[in-house]
C-alpha cells in the first residue's frame, strides 16, 4: 500500500511539471491516469486522452481530503403558504463550482396548530429533486407538532450548478388546517466527491 502512495504522489508532481497546460486534474477535480499492467509504471493523462491496451485506467481526486460547501441558518423563520399543486415554497438555495456531489439536507419545522402534510425538495434543476422529505404535522397519533427531517441525494454539475430547498402542504389526504408550518432552521451540505457513474443492478 506503501508504495502504491508514493508511486501516485511521484507521477502527479511529474505530470503536473510535463504538461503544463493540460487540464489536470479536469474541471471536477479528478485526475486521470493509466497504469502499465505489466511493469505498474503510472502515468497521468489529460482528460482528452485514453490507455493504451497494456494499460488499465485510474482516476482519483484532487485532494486526500474533501470539499464542503454548506448554506444554513436564516432568521426569520420562514412561514410556508404554498399548497399543492402550486410550485414548492423557496426557502434557501446553495451554489455550487462545477463537480458531482452529495447533497445533504436538514430542514426542522413546527406548526402549532390544526394538522397538514409537510414536503420539502431539494432541488437540482427544473423538475429535478435529488431528495424529497415528507412529514405529517399536527395532533394525530404519530404527528408532531416540532419535527426535523433530513435527505441525502446525488447529483452532477459540469458547469456548476445550485441545490435549493423548497417546501409546501400537501391537499390530500386532507386538506391541510391550522397554522401554516414554519421552517425554522434548515441546512443544505455538499460534499464534492469523484465522477458519478451511473449503473445497473443486475444481480436480482
Known amino acids: 500500500m506503501s508504495k502504491r502512495y508514493i508511486a501516485i504522489v511521484v507521477a502527479v508532481a511529474v505530470g503536473g511539471v510535463a504538461v503544463a497546460y493540460a487540464a489536470i486534474p479536469d474541471s471536477k477535480g ?35 481530503g474533501y470539499e464542503v460547501f454548506r448554506s444554513f441558518g436564516f432568521s426569520p ?32 419545522a413546527q406548526k402549532d396548530s390544526g394538522n397538514g ?18 412529514a405529517a404535522m399536527g395532533t394525530d397519533p404519530g404527528d408532531s407538532r416540532l419535527m426535523t427531517m433530513s435527505g441525502t441525494g446525488l447529483i452532477d454539475f459540469p458547469s456548476g450548478g445550485t441545490a435549493e430547498l423548497a417546501c409546501r402542504q400537501r391537499t390530500e389526504p386532507a386538506q391541510p388546517t391550522g397554522a401554516n408550518p414554519r421552517i425554522n432552521a434548515a441546512d443544505i451540505t455538499a460534499v464534492r466527491i469523484g465522477t458519478i457513474t451511473a449503473g445497473e443492478d443486475t444481480s436480482g
Request: hydrophobic share 35%.
Open 30 to 64: 479528478v485526475i486521470h491516469g493509466c497504469r502499465n499492467s505489466g511493469s505498474g509504471l503510472l502515468r497521468v493523462i489529460d482528460s482528452g486522452q485514453t490507455c493504451s491496451a497494456s494499460e488499465s485506467s485510474l482516476d482519483w481526486v484532487q485532494s486526500a
Open 77 to 108: 423563520p420562514v412561514e410556508i403558504t404554498a399548497v399543492s399543486p402550486a410550485p414548492a415554497q423557496h426557502v434557501m438555495t446553495l451554489t455550487l463550482p462545477p463537480g458531482s456531489y452529495e447533497i445533504s439536507t436538514y430542514v426542522e
Open 117 to 134: 402534510v409537510l414536503t420539502c425538495f431539494t432541488f437540482t434543476g427544473p423538475n429535478v429533486a435529488t431528495s424529497i422529505q415528507r
